[in-house]
Each structure stands twice: as structure tokens, then as C-alpha cells.
């Protein structure tokens, strides 16, 4: 079974500086996509970015880019020019691709990093 | 507006009562998801649905049911038979196969 791990429950980041959210994921699978995702004091769950693991390129989103090391099953989220509204729960998921004959597309989380956006 | 909304926000129970939670898409998706998210916790999938009329059980679906009789709704019950029933309960839904999924507001279940 695949596990995602976040191991900073929490970070803090002065208004404009730039901070990085670790995430580890164990899989014996080779193909299969990762996001991270942003859940702000509403509690909607908000998709920041998504990466395909057969693709080598680095995902970019405006601020927000990842490093997606997949030999090291590492996918770390930064976040540039951090803003105030940047404030929230991220939250690291892995899902299968479902080639491997699964038909399950579920979204495997991480427990979250809670960052703090200090001005 | 396309999305998703779950009603309603805020709900109430009595121990012992079964609860049924709301999830409504108009994106015309064919695959929907409900998730528990508890304290500390990341989301864990309940249920999931796939077409009309088909539903799997996902991690943790002791104590809950589902149905899928039109593509638009996805309602999860609560049971009185799950142990601990009080969480933020969150519904998702995707085109079949695709990448990400989307999620509606949630619903925050207290039962006492």
C-alpha cells in the first residue's frame, strides 16, 4: 500500500520570502501522479499543483513549483513570494494511475503542514 | 456556477441516530468520492463511486452506506454502527480516469 509522509507538521514564513513543504511517499509502483493540495481556515480543499511521475519536468503553478525527486519518492512544494493568503493546510496526495489493474483512483494524503504566513 | 456543494454545513445528532450527509455535482463527473478528515489527520476515503449505480468501499467504510441513483448525487448515511462518528466529512468528485478531483465545502458532523 502506498503511504505519504509529511514530516513538518508546521512552518512558518515571513510576507514575501520563500519556504519549502517536504513530502516522502513510499510506492512500488512506477507510474502515478502527485498533487498538493491547500485547505485554508474555510476547509475547502484547494488543488495547488500536480505532477505525472513520468514526466521529468519540475511542475510550475505561478508561485508555487515542486521538486519531484523520484528515485528519492520526494516531492517537496515551494511556495515564492509568499503572501498572506497563502496561510493554510497543505496537504501532499499520491494517486495510482489504476494501469497496474487497479480501478481505484483514490487520493492517498499525507497528515499536512500547517503554515503561517507572518507579515 | 459548475461545482460541488455538500449541505449542510453544520450538523447535529444524537448518539444512536443515523445521519444522512449531501453531495451534489454539477460538473457532469462521473466518479465521486466521499473522505473523513479528523484532527490532525489527512483525508481518508470512505466510499467511492465510479459510474451510476456502482459504488466500492474504500479505508474506513465500516459504519457508513452510500448510493448513486443519479450521476449528480453521491449521499453518504452515517450509521448509528460507526463507533465514532463526529469528523469533517468531505465529497469529491472527477471525470472518470482524469488526474485531479475536486472537492466540495464539507460538512462538520458533531454527534453527542
Known amino acids: 500500500a502506498q503511504t505519504v509522509t509529511q514530516s513538518q507538521p508546521e512552518m512558518s514564513v515571513q510576507e514575501a520570502e520563500t519556504v519549502t513543504l517536504s513530502c516522502t511517499y513510499d510506492t512500488s509502483e512506477s507510474d502515478y501522479y502527485l498533487f498538493w493540495y491547500k485547505q485554508p481556515p474555510s476547509r475547502q480543499m484547494i488543488l495547488v499543483i500536480r505532477?505525472?511521475?513520468?514526466?521529468?519536468q519540475n511542475a510550475t503553478e505561478n508561485r508555487f513549483s515542486v521538486n519531484f525527486q523520484k528515485a528519492a519518492k520526494s516531492f517537496s512544494l515551494k511556495i515564492s513570494d509568499s503572501q498572506l493568503g497563502d496561510a493554510a493546510m497543505y496537504f501532499c496526495a499520491y494517486r495510482t494511475t489504476g494501469y497496474s489493474g487497479g480501478s481505484n483512483y483514490k487520493l492517498t494524503f499525507g497528515k499536512g503542514t500547517l503554515l503561517t504566513v507572518n507579515p | 456556477d459548475g461545482g460541488i456543494t455538500q449541505s449542510p454545513k453544520y450538523l447535529f445528532r444524537k448518539e444512536g441516530q443515523n445521519v444522512t450527509l449531501s453531495c451534489e455535482q454539477n460538473?457532469?463527473?462521473?466518479?465521486m468520492y466521499w473522505y473523513r478528515q479528523d484532527p490532525g489527520q489527512g483525508l481518508r476515503l470512505i466510499y467511492y463511486?465510479?459510474?451510476?449505480?456502482?459504488?466500492q468501499k474504500g479505508d474506513i467504510a465500516e459504519g457508513y452506506s452510500v448510493s448513486r441513483e443519479k450521476k449528480e448525487s453521491f449521499p453518504l448515511t452515517v450509521t448509528s454502527a460507526q463507533k465514532n462518528p463526529t469528523a469533517f466529512y468531505l465529497c469529491?468528485?472527477?471525470?472518470?480516469?482524469?488526474?485531479?478531483?475536486?472537492f466540495g465545502p464539507g460538512t462538520r458532523l458533531t454527534v453527542t
Open positions: 505532477q505525472e511521475a513520468y514526466k521529468q
Open positions: 469529491a468528485s472527477s471525470i472518470q480516469g482524469a488526474f485531479e478531483q475536486y
Open positions: 463511486s465510479q459510474i451510476v449505480n456502482d459504488f
Open positions: 460538473l457532469n463527473h462521473d466518479a
